[in-house]
């Protein structure tokens, strides 16, 4: 399984964006893909998450009502949505899969990861 995400860059505070992720190599439809992301000094958390199968999303509190997940057009691919983005979603974004179970912000739980996305917010 190959995991790929894209569409980082630099954007000014209250910008918008659109990261896109490509899973290739998934044997059926039960996975689950999520976006976690990284900041300088900090830990890895999650930010939003997809289950394939029956659409169910989920979002953390930090960036509920501003960042959407969507399934593409082609299979195995999942956008995330940023809006009204602040300088504290500054941080590297990256997209895991997990092959089994529903949606979870459990960085554990996720084999499959991409390199990351530098998504940097300018005041």
């Known amino acids: 399984v190959e995991v790929v995400e894209s569409g980082g860059e630099v954007v000014p505070v209250g910008g918008s964006l659109r990261l896109t992720c490509i899973a290739s190599?998934?044997?059926?439809?039960?996975?689950?893909m999520a976006w976690f992301r990284q900041a300088p000094g900090k830990e890895r958390e999650g930010v939003s998450c997809l289950a394939w199968k029956d659409g169910q999303t989920y979002y953390t509190d930090p960036v509920k009502g501003r960042f959407t997940v969507s399934r593409g057009n082609g299979k195995r691919t999942v956008y995330l949505q940023l809006n009204s983005l602040k300088p504290e979603d500054t941080a590297v974004y990256y997209c895991?899969?997990?092959?089994?179970?529903?949606?979870?912000?459990?960085?554990?739980?996720?084999?499959?990861w991409g390199q990351g996305t530098q998504v940097t917010v300018s005041s």
């Open positions: 895991a899969v997990k092959s089994s179970g529903g949606c979870s912000m459990m960085a554990s739980e996720y084999y499959y």
């Open positions: 190599g998934l044997p059926n439809d039960e996975y689950a």
